[in-house]
């Protein structure tokens, strides 16, 4: 079976898992790619127009996979930890799949959602692998494959790489740079090349260490995002709260570049959380948070991250003379 995986939203943060398991038992994982213009295009058109940038761009993905696969792997992610949840939007991801017409392909829609308990979770990935195979051993054994790719791939980012620098291959040394920035936001928003106009290897061809939420341990950032006063019920906000508070109180980066889409309503309460929580602290770290939707100009875009490094740069150099 070939089966369509669009290398879009929540792709970023469980690709190891899930294409391990379908190799496993014997699928055939096929990729949507990285986005393109047409592939944005495609999205931009079929959406609906409130919806935020991430969304069309995924519409645009399931679009390039038609004709090409048996079925899309769409996971319905309602939560992933007790007491928490997802976006809404990956809550009726599948349904909204649907409502695309165009000939989409069958879709396959575990519903994954812990609040339920690890028994019910174990019997959906089991229902799921009977799409390939009728062996519940094999099935489980092939989830435990995937759950240890998953593990190896955390490691690894924990390690200093970025989820993209594995996805190409790519050894990066930045031990030339003499600035450490802090990109924070959604995994989507900020190792998506496209919507990101690049924004990693650029911020690195100006001399900049980046580093990101991916390579925190999840148990820190969980601790950080734990003492604000606002509990928030969104895990994946949460992670993005937890990133940039371990960042600011440790004064960990020179500066913290925040990456937002358009329309984003969990991401707005986060960065005014974040704005009002890092006032209150008399956080040092200099901050700046970035839109962008699909007419973001990258000329526009570049000019703000040149001034933003060009600021840190200047007060890192003014900070070391006074204390020389
Ligand atoms: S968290 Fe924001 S950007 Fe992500 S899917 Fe939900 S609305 Fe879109």
Not at 3 to 23: C, D, M, S
Not at 81 to 95: H, I, R, V
Request: a neutral charge; aromatic letters at 8%; glycine letters at 6%.
């Amino acid at each position: 079976m070939k089966i369509g995986y669009p290398q879009a939203l929540l792709y970023y943060k469980y690709f190891p898992l899930w294409e391990t398991f379908f190799n496993k038992l014997g699928a055939e994982i096929i990729l949507s790619g990285q986005t393109s213009k047409k592939i944005l295009n495609m999205g931009a058109v079929e959406a609906e127009n409130e919806l935020c940038l991430p969304v069309k761009v995924f519409y645009g993905h399931l679009l390039s996979l038609v004709d090409k696969v048996d079925s899309v792997f769409i996971p319905r992610i309602v939560s992933v930890e007790k007491n928490a949840f997802t976006c809404p939007k990956f809550m009726g991801l599948p349904d909204m799949a649907r409502a695309v017409g165009h000939q989409v392909p069958r879709i396959i829609d575990p519903v994954i959602d812990l609040r339920q308990g690890w028994k019910q979770y174990l019997d959906t990935i089991v229902g799921l692998g009977k799409e390939l195979s009728p062996s519940r051993v094999k099935i489980l054994s092939a989830y435990r494959a995937g759950v240890k790719s998953l593990h190896e791939y955390k490691e690894k980012t924990v390690a200093g790489v970025t989820p993209i620098d594995i996805i190409d291959n790519r050894e990066v040394d930045d031990s030339g740079a003499d600035i450490k920035i802090g990109l924070a936001g959604h995994p989507y928003n900020i190792y998506d090349k496209y919507t990101s106009m690049n924004l990693i290897k650029r911020m690195r061809e100006m001399g900049v260490a980046v580093t990101t939420g991916e390579m925190i341990e999840d148990r820190v950032i969980e601790r950080e995002a734990a003492t604000l006063p606002k509990d928030l019920f969104w895990t994946y906000e949460r992670e993005v709260v937890g990133t940039i508070s371990h960042w600011s109180r440790r004064s960990s980066v020179d500066g913290i570049i925040y990456i937002l889409a358009f329309p984003c309503g969990p991401d707005s309460l986060v960065q005014a959380l974040l704005e009002h929580e890092m006032r209150k602290e008399k956080s040092t770290v200099p901050m700046m948070s970035l839109v962008i939707d699909e007419h973001s100009a990258e000329a526009g875009f570049l000019t703000r991250i040149e001034a933003f490094v060009d600021m840190v740069r200047r007060k890192k150099r003014l900070s070391r003379q006074k204390v020389g």
